[in-house]
């Protein structure tokens, strides 16, 4: 059931975290690199979203939020798509190698705040295992 994105469509990007200014600058860095965003506020919209739309190339998540974290979020989207690639933004990077010992291969992590550059540069490697200064083409 793995879908391959083609080479001439840009990434597709699921932005979940239930901090809406971050979810907004996330939104807005990856938009103006060319990258298709979606956005939710939970674990449970995100899970909806995937549903209607299909699982996206990178699921950026927040790893603490109330009713489901960014581990299971990713542990359940990861069931219908395993080779979605995951980023975790996190203030909390104990709490993620408390729950987890090893991140996946396609999974990584920044703390949170990021920058504009940090956020593109680990989009760019995740997708492509480069850092890309055309994002759309990753």
């Known amino acids: 059931m793995t879908r391959r994105r083609q080479s001439d469509s840009p990434a597709r990007i699921l932005i979940v975290d239930d901090e809406p200014v971050v979810v907004e600058f996330a939104q807005r860095v990856l938009q103006s690199a060319g990258y ?60 993620l190698f408390k729950n987890k010992e090893l991140l996946w291969e396609g999974e990584a992590y920044l703390e949170k705040p990021c920058t504009i550059g940090g956020l593109l540069e680990a989009v760019s490697l995740l997708l492509s295992g480069e850092i890309s200064s055309d994002p759309v083409d990753t």
């Open 36 to 95: 298709k965003t979606t956005t939710a506020t939970s674990g449970d919209e995100a899970l909806k979203l995937c549903t209607e739309r299909g699982v996206p190339d990178l699921l950026v998540t927040d790893m603490k939020m109330p009713r489901m974290e960014g581990d299971e979020l990713a542990t359940r989207l990861r069931q219908r798509e395993p080779d979605l690639k995951v980023l975790y933004l996190t203030g909390f990077a104990d709490l």
